[in-house]
């Protein structure tokens, strides 16, 4: 226990880091991944194209590449700086890969959620003469969120732990501090893992319930 | 699927609209790929020394092969595990026993909740602790992939349990099965069938996770290709596209897989 | 369902059976495998340039493997049947535990918690950590002047950490997975320098001769040793016999020369063996 106990204060340090990679990933991945839904069923077949071609290529492609594209494209080769500190920029590519590769889930958990929306309620809605956008805004995405919320409170569980990943562009958060704690506590290995694992779990489980409750809550009642 | 219902279909005017509306967007988005190619073309990335040595045949059987190679083994060794592990743990939960149920969903729940890179790390350092000896690189990839992989399918089959209709179990007792045999032989089958879209998009997942057994030194797509091609050529992006090009394939073809086995499924039904 | 589990227990022994690895005889030393078996396996680094480099013939090039095969071929192990087998750092000491590999030799520096683990012959080179910069960068003369710039190193090494603490507070440190995507951004213009081991340096610079340059001025020693069992006094003896010959008889200078030589690394004089 010596060890988790000496190095608390950098533990919960880069576990702050963590919760803040997922916390603006989660927020930007919610947008760019509604924005793609709305995309994904828009009249327009050039945005239906796009769409579906950029949720297949984030999908399948193993977060690793992922945020070595943004490490390496984005940040070094067209040039994009998000601050002069290293440390600060690396976090905002950080979370715009995590964005990149996690709104695609949250398309398609969205799209699904639209299939649950009755025929009828976006018939209604074009019958009142609301167009495309309106009917999507007021009356079909707010359903679909209300069916999708606990798929989302998994891609959110996932994300979480995906920021693991994110030393692939130099950010470190948990995991990183785990793997030199390993290094100098060769001794404590078993202490360590647990220590480790056990701040997952606790940002992970009750994600899990709240997001369990709220789909239950406001399920839409048919 | 077809979102159609979602808007009017356009009269004369709204096709126009609709097609210098789609020319914009599709200008725009040219538009943006043409600054990313400039922006690269700048730093080099597009020279043809960086590109050509990925046409080469010895590149291919020293570098990306042997390292996909790797990856379906751990891929393929993980998947067949983790459907095993996930399949006991599915019925564990769903036992009748208190003492088997609890502590079943004590070890889904933490397995689902740590994250794979930890698991990995865990099962190559932390051996030597537990058993006294040190685990391949490849048996610490399969152990992270099986047991996080196959905690989260033994939550789908549940779920494709919970989803049965009471009569299936009932009828099954009623001919006079066992616990055991009603869960085997009715229930569990029924799940998997029902669940296998979801459990085929975990084996993506499981697929793309595997990538990450280069933090323990596992020979796999990621180190052995971008890691050895950019060793020799320097051309980490060029190789990288590349290698996500190869993963984007298999899964997709993991995917029509999927697809494949649902309409079969669906067709026999009828 | 019976189907599935018998291929799932098929899958299990396979598990196992590579997990416990080949059955093969182990030997208590090095020197006997090498007489018994004219067999060697040896650990490397497989993306090295200069240092232990998997090129796409499938050959390994390198400094390191020169010094492999020299020793190899001094234990009575013929260079075809010398078997080089890729290391990270993260799998060395487990490597030679196992006896997966029967030596490593992969810029592995000699320090006492890792004696506590595996035994060291050599060291048969002593670096020094230094700074890689763009060729023509000449205000970048030594760790000193970093303040205010951006310092690339591989995640997990500490060096980066000590320029910071010791020499350049100001400095912006960037951590990269791999030295490769260090080059490329110090190349691109976005980091200005590189820290790790010279020799290491030395062997990008090789690699983008007229590009890049290692500073020169070192500001530590990292002294290179041949990993072998821990307690394998016989084997250590014997490295160093080898290794005592390999400098006495030019093949030592003559290596270090082709394979980081060309970006005008000062070869200096062979290191004083440290046997135990």
Known sequence: MDALLTEWPTITLAFWMTVKLAAVSAIGSLVLGTALTAMRVAPLATLRGAAGTYVTVARNTPLTLVLLFTGLGVGANLGVELSADIATNNFWLATIGLTAYTSAFVCEALRSGINTVPVGQAEAARSLGLGFVKTLALITLPQAFRAVIAPLGSILIALTKNTTIALVVGVSEASVRMREMIETYGDQVLQIFFGFALGFVVLCLPTGLLFGWLSRRLAVAR | MSYANLYEVPGPRGVRRNRVLGAVIALALLGVAYVVYVRFDDKGQWAAEKWTPLLRADVWTTFILPGLAGTLLAAVAGVVLAGLFGLVFAAARLSEHRWVRVPAGAVVEFFRAVPLLLLIFFAFFGSYVLIGGNVSAFAAVVFGLTVYNGSVIAEIIRAGVLSLPRGQSEAAYAVGMRKSQVMRLVLLPQALRAMLPAVVSQFVVLLKDSALGLIVGYDELVDRGLNGIAANFSNVIPAAILIAAIFIVINLSLDRLAHWLNDRRSAGAR | ?276
Request: hydrophobic content about 40%.
């Open chain 3, 1 to 276: 369902m019976f189907g599935t589990s018998r291929y799932a227990v098929v899958a299990l022994l396979a598990l196992a059976l590579t997990a416990c690895g080949s059955g093969e005889e182990t030997y208590a030393s090095i020197v006997d495998k090498a007489k018994n078996a004219k067999k060697l396996v040896v650990g490397v680094k497989a993306d090295q340039p200069g240092l232990g480099l998997r090129t796409p013939d499938g050959s390994f090039s390198g400094f390191d493997i020169e010094v492999a095969r020299y020793v190899a071929r001094e234990l009575g192990v013929k260079a075809e049947d010398v078997t080089f087998k890729e290391t990270v750092s993260a799998n060395r000491e487990a490597f030679l535990q196992q006896g997966q590999v029967d030596m490593v030799v992969a810029t592995y520096s000699i320090n006492d918690a890792r004696k506590e683990k595996v035994s060291f012959a050599g060291p048969y080179f002593v670096a020094g950590q230094d700074l890689l910069v763009r060729a023509d960068e000449a205000s970048l003369t030594g760790p000193e002047a970093l303040n205010g710039k951006k310092l690339c190193s591989v995640a997990g090494s500490t060096p980066a950490q000590k320029v910071k603490e010791s020499y350049a507070k100001e400095v912006q440190l960037q951590e990269e997975r791999t030295y490769s995507a260090c080059v490329d951004r110090v190349l691109g213009g976005q980091l200005d320098a590189i820290t790790t081991d010279n020799v290491i340096l030395a062997g990008y610079a090789a690699q983008h001769a007229g590009k890049l340059k290692v500073v020169g001025r070192t500001f530590s020693t990292e002294k290179y040793g041949i990993g072998l069992k821990k307690d394998d006094k016989q084997g250590r003896d014997a490295v160093n016999d080898a290794l005592e010959k390999m400098f006495a008889d030019g093949s030592w200078k003559k290596a270090l020369e082709g394979s980081v030589g060309a970006a005008g690394f000062a070869v200096p004089q062979a290191p004083q063996l440290e046997r135990y």
